[in-house]
T-cell receptor, first 115, second 109 residues
Framework: DVKVTQSSRYLVKRTGEKVFLECVQD?????MFWYRQDPGLGLRLIYF???????EKGDIPEGYSVSREKKERFSLILESASTNQTSMYLC??????????????FGDGTRLSIL | AQRVTQPEKLLSVFKGAPVELKCNYS??????LFWYVQYSRQRLQLLLR??SRESIKGFTADLNKGETSFHLKKPFAQEEDSAMYYC???????????FGKGTRLSVIA
């Protein structure tokens, strides 16, 4: 069974802080994704990565960056946290395109509050 | 551009009644369609995918390319079906899922 683990379930930070959200998957998946989930807006893609040291912007990358130094780990970074980044953040992973009928597997999410 | 529309934010039905959660998509090629579900305090998980043509927990979904729809149906709703449901689309290539805004299903006893 695929396991996607997000390091924190709840996180409270202050405006202007640099925030790191960590995600680890144990299935050797090439693809990893970061979404934010907001009521009425669904899931919106922030960044994704097809391989180590590779990253692609999603639909709402502003204010965020990512790091993928190892295949199993994909970090989301809020460079200078703002209150409008208060949200639920979901990490996901999936096998590569050759197995594109395989779904994305999600972590439990990190509920981030910026005060 | 790919787009997924779930027209209902909230759907309330009585236990035992039929359920239909609507999903329409906009895509010019041959997409892959999925339904994901999130129960209270649980992670988002795959419910079913059109390519499998399967029935999961009594739910089915048929891809209608003419109407560009992928509606989720269940003949008799159960209280444990209450959850948030997301329809999602993906290009046949190696691309991320595009999600709809979700429909919250509430099954009333």
């Amino acid at each position: 069974d695929v396991k996607v683990t997000q390091s924190s379930r709840y996180l409270v930070k202050r405006t202007g802080e640099k925030v790191f959200l960590e995600c680890v998957q144990d299935m050797d998946h090439e693809n990893m994704f970061w979404y934010r989930q907001d009521p009425g807006l669904g899931l919106r893609l922030i960044y994704f990565s097809y391989d180590v040291k590779m990253k692609e912007k999603g639909d709402i990358p502003e204010g965020y960056s990512v790091s993928r130094e190892k295949k199993e780990r994909f970090s989301l970074i809020l460079e200078s946290a703002s209150t409008n980044q208060t949200s639920m953040y979901l990490c996901a992973s999936s096998p590569p395109g050759a197995l594109s009928n395989q779904p994305q597997h999600f972590g439990d999410g990190t509920r981030l509050s910026i005060l | 551009a790919q787009r997924v529309t779930q027209p209902e934010k909230l759907l309330s039905v009585f236990k035992g009644a039929p359920v239909e959660l609507k999903c329409n998509y906009s895509y010019s090629g041959s997409p892959e369609l999925f339904w994901y579900v999130q129960y209270s305090r649980q992670r988002l998980q795959l419910l079913l995918r059109h390519i499998s043509r399967e029935s999961i927990k009594g739910f089915t979904a048929d891809l209608n390319k003419g109407e560009t729809s992928f509606h989720l149906k269940k003949p008799f709703a159960q209280e444990e079906d209450s959850a948030m449901y997301y329809c999602a689309l993906r290009d046949s290539g190696n691309t991320p899922l595009v999600f709809g805004k979700g429909t919250r299903l509430s099954v009333i006893a």
